[in-house]
């Protein structure tokens, strides 16, 4: 399996810190309730693990099973998991895609943050069905979506700067429609020193699949979701 994390892996941790700043109380608003629940939490496309420690923070006793395909993701994943003796007995980290994981029987929530675009529309479907039976009375499966919603071309944005002692890391992004669904993801990161030049720069491509809230939640409710939309595209559905 291509690791499409291979080279942005290295920066994807500090430069989701902000954006997990903003997502942490509508993720940890989703998973309310589930702290009660002895049934493992499942992160899908755990990453290094920034979605496992909220978690971790609302159910203080819950198994986490952190699914990640990226050995360079697993690796920051299982960084943070070291600095935690908690998190090193609570989680298992679980090599592969959210596809082919064997679910356990039963399930206390799902996390699907910022990874849902990774899966074809097949894909994603046949994880809603295999989860739907799954996930016990109220148990919350939370998904959230990045744009675009529809397969429009963006320009070059910049979508994050982070200051790592004397050098500056700056991630930005385009999108080229690559189809009806997807859209293909033009990603650049820059290392830039204290007087703003490029000490390093490397580009990533990577398809994207896309949907809108309103079709998430349609999609949802046809595998026997209620889902509903919260801030920053968090949805919460739980089973019918
Ligand atoms: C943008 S990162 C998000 C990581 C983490 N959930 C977060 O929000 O910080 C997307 C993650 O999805 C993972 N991924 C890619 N394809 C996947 C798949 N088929 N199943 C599960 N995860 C996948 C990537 O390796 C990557 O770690």
């Not at 942005?8 to 109380?25: H, K, P, Y």
Request: aromatic fraction near 6%.
């Amino acid at each position: 399996m291509v690791d499409l994390y291979q080279d942005s892996g290295e920066f994807l941790d500090v430069m989701s810190l902000g954006a997990w700043m903003a997502l942490r109380e509508p993720v940890r608003q989703a998973l309310a309730g589930v702290a009660s629940s002895s049934d493992p939490i499942v992160d899908l496309g755990a990453g290094s693990g920034l979605g496992v420690a909220v978690a971790a923070e609302v159910a203080p006793h819950v198994e986490i099973l952190a699914v990640e395909p990226s050995p360079v993701q697993r690796a920051a994943l299982h960084a943070r998991l070291g600095m935690a003796a908690d998190l090193m007995r609570r989680v298992t980290v679980v090599a592969g895609g959210a596809e082919r994981f064997g679910l356990p029987d039963r399930i206390g929530a799902v996390l699907a943050i910022n990874m849902i675009g990774h899966l074809a529309p097949a894909e994603r479907r046949g994880l809603w069905r295999r989860l739907v039976g799954r996930l016990g009375d109220g148990a919350p499966l939370v998904v959230n979506l990045q744009p675009p919603a529809e397969p429009v071309a963006i320009a070059e944005t910049v979508f994050g700067t982070v200051q790592v002692g004397r050098l500056r890391y700056e991630g930005s992004g385009s999108v080229e429609p690559a189809g009806a669904d997807v859209v293909m993801w033009h990603m650049r990161y820059r290392v830039l020193d204290e007087g703003g030049d490029p000490v390093r720069e490397f580009t990533a491509d990577y398809p994207w699949h896309v949907l809108s809230v309103p079709q998430l939640v349609a999609e949802l409710s046809a595998a026997g979701f209620l889902a509903q939309a919260g801030p920053l595209d968090v949805v919460r559905a739980v089973r019918a």
